[in-house]
């Protein structure tokens, strides 16, 4: 862990806020607004952390509608591996890939 934190500096992990399950890699956040490559995050608790979606981990396959990936437009499609809903895969063809979990859903913590 310490060589990742003198490589990249403080990392972040999100957890399922109800059974407490790591659901991410280790990501460090966007400072600002930019491409979401896999490894950072956007976003801060108050609102909605986004995520690349390689970086998504421990969750079942998500339920809902889209072309050929889910479009998320019915809410939130995924859940952590003991079944709590978490937030939003959006993965279809005609949008940006990301995952956006729902704040109240989860917590931020510094990785470890």
């Known amino acids: 862990m310490n060589e990742l934190k003198?490589?990249?500096?403080?990392?972040?992990?999100?957890h399922c806020k109800k059974c407490n399950l790591?659901?991410?890699?280790?990501?460090?956040?966007?400072?600002?607004?930019g491409l979401l490559n896999d490894g950072k995050f956007y976003g801060e608790l108050k609102k909605c952390?986004?995520?690349?979606?390689?970086?998504?981990?421990?969750v079942k396959p998500p339920k809902g509608n889209g072309?050929?990936?889910?479009?998320?437009?019915d809410g939130l499609n995924t859940e952590c591996m003991n079944g709590h809903k978490v937030?939003?895969?959006?993965?279809?063809?005609?949008?940006?890939?990301c995952f956006i979990f729902d704040?109240?859903?989860?917590?931020?913590?510094e990785w470890s």
Request: with cysteine.
């Open 103 to 109: 704040s109240k859903k989860v917590t931020v913590k």
């Open 87 to 97: 937030g939003v895969e959006k993965s279809d063809c005609w949008m940006p890939h």
């Open 49 to 58: 952390p986004m995520i690349h979606l390689k970086d998504f981990r421990n």
């Open 22 to 33: 790591k659901l991410n890699a280790p990501v460090k956040n966007l400072e600002k607004e």
């Open 67 to 73: 072309c050929c990936g889910q479009d998320g437009l």
């Open 6 to 14: 003198e490589k990249f500096g403080n990392l972040t992990s999100i």
